[in-house]
C-alpha cells in the first residue's frame, strides 16, 4: 500500500509541470487528498486540497495559477502547476484517506522535486 508521487522536474519560470499523486493496493476513501510542499530552510506548508466531494482549496501563493484534481477510476490525484515562479521550487507531498479496512486513514506519498530557475 502507498502513495507514489511523480512528475516532477526542473522548469523555467512561467513553465508548466503537472504532479501525479497515485494510489496501488487500495484506493482513495471519503476524505481529503492534496498537496504540501517544502521548500529549502522553510516549513511544508499546504498548496491545495480537494474533498471528497471535490471541492477544493489553495494556499494563496498559488491561487489562479495551480489546480488540484482527482481521477477516482485511476486512483489518482493531480496538481497542475502552470506559471510556475522560482518561488514554488520545493519538494512537492501528497496525502489522501487511503481505504484499507481497519488500516483505513490518511498516508502520505514520497517527495517530487520541482525546482523552477529564473
Known amino acids: 500500500v502507498q502513495l507514489q508521487a511523480y512528475g516532477g522536474g526542473l522548469v523555467r519560470a512561467r513553465e508548466s509541470l503537472r504532479l501525479s499523486c497515485a494510489a496501488s493496493?487500495?484506493?482513495?476513501?471519503?476524505?481529503?487528498s492534496g498537496w504540501y510542499r517544502q521548500a529549502p530552510g522553510k516549513q511544508r506548508e499546504s498548496v491545495a486540497l480537494?474533498?471528497?466531494?471535490?471541492?477544493?482549496t489553495y494556499a494563496d501563493s498559488v491561487k489562479g495559477r495551480f489546480t488540484i484534481s482527482r481521477d477516482n477510476a485511476k486512483n489518482t490525484v493531480y496538481l497542475q502547476m502552470d506559471g510556475l515562479k522560482p518561488d514554488d521550487t520545493a519538494v512537492y507531498y501528497c496525502?489522501?484517506?487511503?481505504?484499507?479496512?481497519?488500516?483505513?486513514?490518511?498516508?502520505w506519498g514520497q517527495g517530487t522535486l520541482v525546482t523552477v530557475s529564473s
Open positions: 493496493g487500495s484506493t482513495f476513501g471519503s476524505g481529503a
Open positions: 496525502y489522501g484517506y487511503l481505504r484499507l479496512g481497519a488500516r483505513s486513514g490518511y498516508y
Open positions: 480537494i474533498s471528497s466531494g471535490g471541492s477544493t
